[in-house]
Nanobody
């Protein structure tokens, strides 16, 4: 499956952005989907994940209550709604697909994701 993230940009602190991840090649309904981010000089970190049906979600503590992950399997898309952004959210955001099941696997671990998009840059100004 090929993934392409979009929707990044420059936003002021306190603002919102909605990222989108478009999949092609295969339907994403077979995959747990996740978002990760990587700030300059930092390692890639987990942001959020959503189960195949969309019934379960999981968030990093740093974004819980501010970000919402969702998916539309019919459109083969995954979304990340980001509210109350702050400069610490500045990073390149990547969407990823995992063949691993929702349970029994560390859904926040990058090694459990088998397909990655190219990333979209989010810059939050203070």
């Amino acid at each position: 499956v090929q993934l392409q993230a979009s929707g990044g940009g420059l936003v002021q602190a306190g603002g919102s952005l909605r990222l989108s991840c478009a999949a092609s090649g295969r339907t994403i309904s077979s995959y747990t989907m996740g978002w990760f981010r990587q700030a300059p000089g930092n390692e890639r970190e987990f942001v959020a994940a959503i189960s195949r049906s969309g019934g379960y979600t999981y968030y990093a503590e740093s974004v819980k209550g501010r970000f919402t992950i969702s998916r539309d399997n019919a459109k083969n898309r995954v979304y990340l709604q980001m509210n109350s952004l702050n400069p610490e959210d500045t990073a390149v955001y990547y969407c990823a697909a995992s063949q691993s099941s929702w349970y029994g696997n560390d859904r926040s671990a990058a090694y459990n994701y088998h397909y990655w998009g190219q990333g979209t840059l989010v810059t939050v100004s203070s």
